[in-house]
């Protein structure tokens, strides 16, 4: 016999339960639907092969195995990411639509383009910064400088003969060959492709002299001798090269540029999946497998709150604008 007090105790425990469905940040949107009950899209705004690609991909598929689904990787290369981080702006704001963007898609290219066919801030939700990246200036060993002093005799009395490849404009290789220019006052010729990978094979093959890559997508061929390594664009030498020098101490003192990359989701995205993501997304960054596979690439990994990403980002607009300005950077 169901009683008053009985029908009282149950509707109690059944309350108390879904207040603690909440309480868990994991919402009735998706305790309704199990998010995320089918495959997740990473949108990549660069070709195969190149840092962006290497770690959305070691990035993608942890998350995807945290999250019980499988992402599929998207490479939509073009524009300096432009094209890519369009479509993830327009995608559906269900949180199946991720985006790996960069420094150039988020901070460079506002200020180098006249117009972007994406609001870096209004059309997505920051996640989390995923890895910082050095830059490194790295050249066909065929080239007549080993070194950054070398390079800048050569480029000096050789004006625009050194040509320089970049995964596009505005990406973050690009700018920080146009900030060696503006501070060496060396001329160069930038060549930009649709990605790290095609712009490597180039250097590989000597179409193009050098390069100021993301470490992640030069370090394989510097490791087997097919490319020479002048010097890292930070201000602190990388672990996994230790002998080559900065650009700041190896004749340009107070260089600096980093590249950096991280996760969105598409603005609208409801509050729970948010949450979800980047609870997801936090634990899979602190896994030392994770780590050790970015650090094996040459970068760092980050893991911040939303908040601080998008605070992040927008200091980092502020900081890539002056030094467009400045440098002269075209596209």
Not at 88 to 106: I, S
Not at 166 to 182: D, E, I, K, N, R
Not at 276 to 300: R, Y
Request: glycine share 10%; net charge positive; no cysteine.
């Amino acid at each position: 016999m169901l009683t008053l007090k009985t029908f009282t105790r149950r509707t109690g425990i059944k309350t108390l339960a879904a207040a603690a469905l909440l309480a868990t940040g994991v919402g009735t949107a998706v305790a309704q639907d199990g998010y995320p009950n089918k495959p997740l899209t990473m949108v990549v705004p660069f070709s195969a092969g190149g840092t962006t690609d290497i770690l959305a991909r070691i990035v993608g598929q942890a998350l995807g195995q945290e999250l019980g689904q499988t992402i599929i990787i998207e490479n939509k290369p073009g524009a300096g990411g432009n094209i890519g981080a369009q479509q993830a702006a327009r995608a559906k704001a269900d949180g199946y639509t991720l985006f790996m963007g960069t420094v150039g898609t988020h901070a460079i290219n506002q200020a180098l383009y006249k117009k972007l066919p994406y609001d870096p801030i209004k059309d997505f939700t920051p996640l989390s910064r995923v890895a910082n990246v050095p830059n490194l200036l790295v050249a066909h060993p065929s080239r007549p400088y080993k070194t950054v002093k070398e390079m800048i005799e050569y480029g000096k009395k050789h004006p625009n003969e050194i040509t320089y490849g970049s995964p596009g404009s505005g990406a973050s290789p690009h700018v920080s060959g146009a900030l060696f220019q503006s501070m060496t006052g060396v001329e160069l010729t930038h060549v930009p492709y649709k990605g790290s990978a095609p712009a490597i094979s180039d250097l590989l093959g000597n179409q193009i002299a050098v390069m100021f890559d993301n470490m992640p997508s030069a370090i394989q061929h510097v490791r087997s001798g097919k490319l020479r390594p002048i010097a890292v664009t930070t201000a602190k030498r990388s672990p996994e090269l230790p002998d080559v020098p900065t650009i700041a101490e190896a004749g340009v003192p107070g260089y600096e540029a980093t590249s950096w990359f991280g996760l969105w989701s598409v603005a609208g995205t409801p509050q729970p999946v948010l949450d979800k993501l980047h609870a997801s997304l936090s634990k899979v960054l602190k896994d030392p497998a994770v780590s050790k596979k970015i650090a094996d690439q040459g970068g760092e990994v980050v893991i911040e709150t939303p908040a601080q990403f998008d605070a992040f980002i927008k200091s980092e607009a502020a900081k890539w604008g002056k030094v467009v300005k400045e440098s002269g950077a075209e596209v």
